[in-house]
């Protein structure tokens, strides 16, 4: 095989990863495109020392690797948004769905903000936060024999 066929294979592949990692992001497939990403990497590596490569080949091997190396960049975000879930509005324009649970439920269930109360909206519910005063004080009476007893320390 020649080093031209060779890279357009480089080429193909790359596309094909592109579009499977798109319908990976996009729910209907179940797991990465792990199968294809090592047949493009494996090609990437191959070439990597470029000792018998033309100036040209060189040129498009380099313009290939750096394509792959911004897209799989912007998957491995978009996989960490995808485990993680949402942390700031600017990772919702990477657009990976399926993750961030709807405002109105995760205002009625949040921890922290509680429950929407009876005549309040999950917004008004949200704003308040829950909080709880707990105070300990040494008991009244003792335990005899206790080691917590002060009046039985040595």
Request: proline share 6%.
């Amino acid at each position: 095989m020649t080093i031209d066929e060779e890279l357009n294979l480089l080429d193909q592949q790359l596309r094909r990863l592109k579009i499977e990692y798109e319908i990976f992001f996009n729910n209907p497939a179940k797991r990465p495109p792990t199968d294809v990403e090592w047949k493009v990497l494996s090609l990437i590596r191959k070439f990597s020392d470029g000792a018998r490569m033309s100036f040209s080949h060189r040129f498009r091997y380099n313009e290939m690797a750096q394509r792959y190396a911004v897209q799989a960049e912007l998957w491995r975000k978009k996989m960490r948004i995808r485990e993680e879930g949402y942390r700031r509005p600017a990772d919702a324009i990477l657009s990976v769905q399926g993750v961030r649970v709807p405002e109105e439920h995760e205002a009625k269930h949040h921890p922290v903000y509680g429950v929407a109360r009876k005549g309040q909206t999950a917004g008004a519910g949200r704003r308040q936060r829950v909080t709880s005063l707990s105070r300990c004080s040494a008991p009244a009476r003792w335990p005899s024999g206790s080691r917590l007893n002060p009046s039985t320390r040595r």
